[in-house]
């Protein structure tokens, strides 16, 4: 079973500059995830999806980042303008049922964003 | 905020050796889980133990959970190198979005 991918990998950028990240989920995971991960950090969630409806947003900057799920499937991220502080590991995560209290999560790789 | 917070920040130990992490934890969960993150690489999911339970076994992994305390610990035995890693713990937000909120983990080195 093909694992979550997301791309890029690594991305360098200029602050005020345009980012935008993909993630495609494990085939059939209903819900997705995007966390955002400070060096000496744990992931914090950005954004819950279920299918395509968005279950938790309320840790997302809205005024800068903003992401869809397009279909129920594969997912991208943005941040629009980018600031200094914005420079993370930005991971994705599935999970097979919808939102429960038994679910465990299968991250991808994460793309590391370094904001110059 | 983080719900989960472990301990110690950092473990060193010699390959063979068992490694406790500990987490606590504030609010009531419905769970709680184990993450492991090897360098520059996502979270790969270990454990999970429900609120009703005391004790798990995975391999070479064991986990507690006390609820009146609000507190886990994981226990590695006769670790190896390749144990070397982050360990985060992860507790449910008790709302209708079942979200994990991780800690800010431990990161184990075992020495060969």
Known sequence: ????????????????????????????????YWYQQILGQGPKLLIQFQNNGVVDD???????????????????????PAKLEDSAVYLCASSPRLAGIYNEQFFGPGTRLTVL | SQQGEEDPQALSIQEG?????????????????????????????????RSNEREKHSGRLRVTLDTSKKSSSLLITASR?????????????????????????????VRP
């Open chain 2, 17 to 49: 050796e068992n490694a406790t992490m500990n987490c606590s934890y504030k609010t009531s969960i419905n769970n709680l889980q184990w993450y492991r993150q090897n360098s520059g690489r996502g979270l790969v999911h270990l454990i999970l133990i």
């Open chain 2, 81 to 109: 190198a390749a144990d070397t890693a982050s360990y985060f713990c992860a507790t449910d937000a008790r709302d209708s979005s079942y979200k994990l909120i991780f800690g800010s983990g431990t990161r184990l080195l």
């Open chain 1, 1 to 32: 079973e093909a694992g979550v991918a997301q791309s890029p990998r690594y991305k360098i950028i200029e602050k005020r500059q345009s980012v935008a990240f993909w993630c495609n989920p494990i085939s059939g995971h209903a819900t997705l």
């Open chain 1, 58 to 80: 309320s840790q997302l900057p809205k005024d800068r980042f903003s992401a869809e799920r397009l279909k129920g499937v594969d997912s991208t991220l943005k941040i629009q």
